[in-house]
């Protein structure tokens, strides 16, 4: 009789545990369309990114459209990161065995800056200037070079891009803004992964 008792605890830690890890690995997506705006033209192009979430670690899968709905280059945006506290790290190497790279972005306390290497823009600092009216984080962001560029960026608690802004005369960029997906053209849409 003991022995029936045992293997009915034993089982039912099995499912548990199984419910457990399953809850752990869960993967959360999230996707947004932004339209992207440049200045001195009326020239508007269209993001679409996608955030997975699976524990600790973000994934972020960016794509960018012209009007037409063709795929143009997007040097950069993608990546995987380890959020962690009030911190956003980068992952370098192999997702198979990712190695911690630098903090990209730090919310622990206002005007607290942080310092890393991108593949694209090189030399970046982002400054946490506090929180928005809509409890979103802020930062200042430059790139760190002789012809650099400065943005305004808007994060939401998951750290994914509500809104870019540039702040420098140099960069032909205005703005990429979370846009809802029916101001989005049906030629993008139908090219964006869903």
Not at 76 to 92: C, F, H, P, T, W
Request: hydrophobic share 30%; charged share 30%.
């Amino acid at each position: 009789m003991e022995i029936r008792y045992y293997l009915i605890f034993l089982l039912i830690t099995i499912v548990i545990g199984c419910k457990e890890k399953e809850k752990q690995t869960k993967i959360k997506s999230e996707s947004y369309y932004y339209i992207i705006r440049y200045k001195d033209t009326d020239r508007i192009d269209y993001g679409h990114k996608i955030y997975e979430y699976s524990g600790d670690t973000i994934k972020v899968e960016a794509s960018r459209y012209n009007v037409k709905g063709e795929k143009i280059s997007n040097p950069g945006e993608d990546g995987v990161y380890l959020k962690s506290y009030n911190k956003l790290y980068a992952l370098r190497g192999k997702e198979s065995s990712p190695i911690l790279g630098d903090i990209i972005f730090d919310t622990s306390t206002k005007n607290s800056c942080s310092e890393y290497f991108h593949p694209f823009y090189h030399q970046i600092e982002n400054c946490f200037q506090g929180l928005t009216e809509e409890k979103n984080y802020k930062f200042n962001s430059s790139q760190q070079a002789t012809d650099g560029f400065d943005w305004e960026i808007v994060l939401d608690t998951n750290f994914s891009l509500i809104e870019k802004v540039s702040t420098s005369p140099l960069e032909g960029l205005k703005s990429e803004t979370r846009s809802i997906k029916s101001k989005i053209p049906d030629k993008v849409l139908k090219n964006a992964r869903q």
